[in-house]
């Protein structure tokens, strides 16, 4: 009796470490917008201690779905650094990391109205990421990208 009493001890011990590690290794995604020095940046940063596993990235613009952000944008692709993903391979977010989803440095000699112009096209967009944990847990993060029309003012 006292052998099956330690065995279904051991057990729940088991079952509750499981649950115990499923919830500290949980990745925490974060959608960070920057805005300084004549630089505009998206980044999603990973500030859990598990890994984000990226599944799916995609903009909204006026209710139509995009998987690239450079489909939004009336911008030479070349102009900026963007991600493009794709779901035949994945992306991995390890802990305290990052992942830069779009990012343009202005020249000096660029004026501020080019500045402002990609702030508009920004402001006009959102993002939905889908990943998962390494428990194959699912991960929504969304972030409307109506900051960047706030920085104007």
């Known amino acids: 009796?006292?052998?099956?009493?330690?065995?279904?001890?051991?057990c729940y011990q088991l079952y509750l470490q499981?649950?115990?590690?499923e919830k500290?290794?949980?990745p925490l995604?974060?959608?960070?917008?920057?805005?300084?020095q004549r630089t505009l940046r998206v980044r999603l940063c990973n500030n859990g201690i598990g890994p984000l596993i990226i599944e799916k990235i995609t903009f909204l613009k006026d209710e139509k779905k995009y998987s690239v952000i450079s489909d939004c944008l009336d911008l030479n692709p070349?102009?900026?650094?963007?991600l493009r993903?794709?779901?035949?391979?994945?992306?991995?977010?390890?802990?305290?990391?990052?992942?830069i989803i779009f990012e343009k440095t202005f020249e000096v000699?660029?004026?501020?109205e080019n500045i402002d112009d990609v702030r508009t096209q920004l402001s006009s967009l959102s993002v939905v990421v889908?990943?998962?944990?390494i428990y194959n847990n699912k991960i929504t993060i969304k972030r409307d990208f109506g900051w960047f029309s706030e920085i104007k003012s």
């Not at 006292?2 to 279904?8: F, G, K, N, T, Y």
């Open 24 to 26: 500290s290794l949980r």
């Open 1 to 10: 009796m006292i052998a099956l009493l330690a065995l279904l001890a051991t």
């Open 85 to 99: 993903t794709s779901e035949s391979t994945r992306t991995v977010i390890y802990p305290a990391s990052s992942l």
């Open 109 to 112: 000699d660029e004026s501020e």
């Open 29 to 36: 995604g974060q959608i960070d917008f920057l805005d300084k």
């Open 78 to 82: 070349r102009s900026y650094m963007h």
């Open 130 to 133: 889908i990943g998962r944990d």
């Open 18 to 21: 499981r649950v115990h590690n």
